[in-house]
C-alpha cells in the first residue's frame, strides 16, 4: 500500500489540505472487464464485511432460505453489518428461536450496540450486550441456517475446512475470477475466516451479482433476491442515518452498497450491470464512503433527490465542536479526473 497507491480522498482545514487518504478503488463491467481503475486493483486486500451480499449466497442457492422460509428482512440481515438496533437485535434473535437455536450457537462475540438508543436502553436496564448485538450477527445466523439445512452440526458453519466455508470460498472464486483454493484465510473480527482477494475480484463479483445473466441459474437466482432484499429493506442493512441505509434508499433499486472494516466498501449496480470496490490504505471510514459516493455519482445513477440524500458523502462537512463547518473530506482532483473519463466510456 503507502505511497503506491493515489490519494482518492483529501480532508481540509479552512484553505488547507491536512489529511490525505491514499487507496484503491476498481469499477467493472457486466463482462467481467475493469473499465476504470485507480492504485493497485489486482493486490489482495481483505473485503472485509464488503462481501456479506456474496457469502449470503449459498443461503439462498442452496433452498435453505426457502425452507426456514425467510423473507426480505432475514436475507437483508444476512448481508448486513447492522448497528444493533432493536428491531436488528428482535430479528436475529426471533430467527435463531425459529431454528430451534440460541445466542449460544453464534461464534460472533457480543459487542457494544452502534445504535445509541439500544445502547441507553442496556444501560437504563443494567444488562450487557449479547451476541445478537454483534454487528455481523445476521451474517452468522444466515451461516447457521445453510448448515443446518444441509444436515451439518450447528457448530460448523465457522470453520475454515468445514463445507459452509468451502462452499462460501468456491462462491467468491467463480464469481471474481480469482482462486482463492489456496489463499490462506484469517479470522475476521466476527471469528469466521476473511480470504483476501484483489479489488478488481470484489468489484467483478459485483458485477456478476448486478447481472447475474452468466451465472449458474441458483446463484443468478440467489444474487437477485439478496440485492432485492437489501433494496427493500435498507434500515437492517445498516441503520438509521449511516451511509448504506441512506445510500440504498436514495438509490430506489438501481444499487446497493455495503460497507466493510477498515476502508472497504462494495457496490452492486443492477441499473448499469457494474460492480464497485474501494479500499482505503489506511482504513479511513470517512474516505471510503466519500469515494463510494462519487463513484456512484459518476457512474450516473444518482438522480436529484438521491444526490440530495448523499449530499452529506459526496463532500462530507468537517465540523468543530460548535458545531460550525471548518473544513471537508472531499474527492481528489485524481479521483475526480477519472470519473470523468468514466462517465464518457461507462462501459
Partial sequence: MGTANPVLAEVTRGSVAESLHRGTAAVVGADGEVIAAWGDVDAPRYPRSAVKPLQAIP????????????????????????MAGRRHVAL????????????????????????????????????KPTRAHNNCSGKHAGMLTTSLHAGLPASAYADAKGEEQRTIRKVLSDLSDFDLGGVEPAADGCGVPTLPMPIAGLARACARMANPDGLKPDHGEAAKRIIAAM?????LVRGRGEFDTVAITAGN?????????????????????????????D??????????????DGLGVLDRNARNALA??????????????????????????GLTALAGNPG
Fill in 231 to 235: 433494496a427493500a429493506e435498507p434500515e
Fill in 59 to 82: 443461503l439462498v442457492a442452496s433452498g435453505a432460505a426457502d425452507a426456514f422460509s425467510l423473507g426480505n428482512d432475514e436475507i437483508a440481515i444476512s448481508a448486513a453489518s447492522h
Fill in 253 to 281: 433499486g438501481a444499487f446497493v452498497t455495503k460497507v466493510g472494516a477498515e476502508g472497504v466498501s462494495a457496490g452492486i449496480v443492477p441499473a448499469k450491470g457494474i460492480g464497485i470496490a474501494v479500499k482505503i490504505d
Fill in 92 to 127: 436475529v434473535r426471533d430467527w435463531l428461536s425459529r431454528l430451534g437455536l440460541s445466542e449460544a450457537d453464534l461464534v460472533c462475540g457480543a459487542i457494544e450496540p452502534g445504535d445509541r438508543e439500544e445502547a441507553a436502553a442496556l444501560i437504563k436496564a443494567g444488562a
Fill in 312 to 337: 452529506p458523502w459526496l463532500v462530507a462537512p468537517v465540523p468543530n465542536t460548535l458545531g460550525n463547518r471548518v473544513g471537508e473530506v472531499r474527492p481528489s482532483e485524481e479521483l475526480k479526473d
Fill in 283 to 296: 482504513g479511513g471510514r470517512r474516505a471510503a464512503d466519500v469515494v463510494m459516493a462519487n463513484i456512484l
